[in-house]
């Protein structure tokens, strides 16, 4: 019986570390080398031509989904990184975006774990679809 509380005492401690971990915007806000669109183990790339207001239409469309907030930069810096936290246990996702002429390079990744099971693709591929909305 004292495993059963070490181990539970253990797993809580992670999950804790999990969702209450800073995030050190000069690791994550760095600019992407985006050259075409690729999805990997934890991440993917997106490269849209977009034009010049890529940006700002983007980050309106981050901010508005759910458990999103930035993290680093602005539409006036030319580059945004954003955090995505998941619903439950709170695992952080980086999407750093940037507006490179017409072109709009996106590139999301987890923090945690080697796979992220598609996650990061397919809110990139959510949030490009909702762009011509704004």
């Not at 797993?11 to 760095?30: E, K, T």
């Not at 490179?100 to 990139?124: H, K, T």
């Amino acid at each position: 019986m004292v495993y059963f509380w070490i181990v539970l005492g253990l797993f809580l401690a992670g999950l804790g570390y999990v969702r209450f971990a800073p995030s050190d915007p000069a690791r994550w806000h760095q600019p992407p080398n985006v050259v075409g669109d690729k999805t990997f183990g934890n991440g993917a790339t997106r490269r849209v031509t977009i034009g010049k207001d890529g940006l700002k239409r983007l980050a309106a469309v981050a901010e508005a989904d759910p458990r999103t907030y930035v993290l680093a930069g602005s539409v006036q810096d030319g580059m945004i990184t954003f955090v995505t936290r998941t619903r439950v246990v709170g695992f952080p996702d980086y999407t750093t975006a940037i507006q490179d002429g017409e072109d709009l390079g996106i590139l999301a990744r987890s923090r945690f774990g080697r796979r992220d099971f598609g996650v990061n693709a397919a809110r990139i591929e959510r949030w490009i679809e909702a762009l011509p909305a704004f």
